[in-house]
Nanobody, 126 residues
Framework: QVQLVESGGGLVQPGGSLRLACAVS????????MGWFRQAPGKEREFVAV????????TYADSVKGRFTISRDNAKNTLYLQMNSLKPEDTAVYYC???????????????????WGQGTQVTVSA
């Protein structure tokens, strides 16, 4: 059974940085697209950043482009999200996700992702 566990969330001041990690267990997902999504209170879940199996392709939401960096270490079965220059509007629960279909190279559609973590809260506030 595949499990995804996020860590690294917390409270940070505007302009600060956080690094999220997502540890995968139960199955190797080296051939699978993965991504980070977030959901703020009263809003729908939205994509933040996605990455292809070996990291050769990455896509970012316009709202985080230039501030966030997605990466993966397949040897450690771990996905990362480095978040810099954080803004109050980045406040949300952040989820990592993995696609079970190795034929999907990369996707921003959350419906393409079958495995989800439990989420980690990121709060940006002074």
């Amino acid at each position: 059974q595949v499990q995804l566990v996020e860590s690294g969330g917390g409270l940070v001041q505007p302009g600060g940085s956080l690094r999220l990690a997502c540890a995968v267990s139960g199955h190797t997902l080296r051939s699978n697209a993965m991504g980070w999504f977030r959901q703020a209170p009263g809003k729908e879940r939205e994509f933040v950043a996605v990455i292809s199996d070996v990291g050769s392709a990455r896509t970012y939401a316009d709202s985080v482009k230039g501030r966030f960096t997605i990466s993966r270490d397949n040897a450690k079965n771990t996905l990362y999200l480095q978040m810099n220059s954080l803004k109050p509007e980045d406040t949300a629960v952040y989820y990592c996700a993995a696609c079970s279909d190795p034929g999907v190279v990369i996707s921003t559609d959350p419906n393409q992702y079958d495995y989800w973590g439990q989420g980690t809260q990121v709060t940006v506030s002074a």
